[in-house]
Nanobody, 111 residues
Framework: QVQLVESGGGLVQAGGSLRLSCVFS????????IGWYRQTPGKQREWVASITAGGTADYAGSLRRRFTISRDMAKKTVFLQMNSLKPEDTAIYFC?????WGQGTQVTVSS
């Protein structure tokens, strides 16, 4: 059974940083791409970044200048380092793989 558990969200001032974690289980990291998405009320879930089984990272648009996705294979954890946060980054952040989703972690950036 695939499980993904996000953590690391919180309240931060604009310009600050957060590192989100996604601990996964029930599958081997070498099989699937793992991604981060975010969602705000009334909007569709938006892709943020992903990392392939081979370790290739990709990002949505300009987020690549501020966000970094990485993984610790031994800890079965994928990270999303978010720097220079802006109020528009406020959202619930989810990790996902193979159509499985975690419960999300709330990120709030105050101006």
């Amino acid at each position: 059974q695939v499980q993904l558990v996000e953590s690391g969200g919180g309240l931060v001032q604009a310009g600050g940083s957060l590192r989100l974690s996604c601990v996964f289980s029930g599958f081997h990291w070498s099989i699937y791409t793992i991604g981060w998405y975010r969602q705000t009320p009334g909007k569709q879930r938006e892709w943020v970044a992903s990392i392939t089984a081979g370790g290739t990272a990709d990002y949505a648009g300009s987020l690549r200048r501020r966000f970094t996705i990485s993984r610790d294979m031994a800890k079965k954890t994928v990270f999303l380092q978010m720097n220079s946060l802006k109020p528009e980054d406020t959202a619930i952040y989810f990790c996902t793989t193979n159509n499985n989703w975690g419960q999300g972690t709330q990120v709030t950036v105050s101006s």
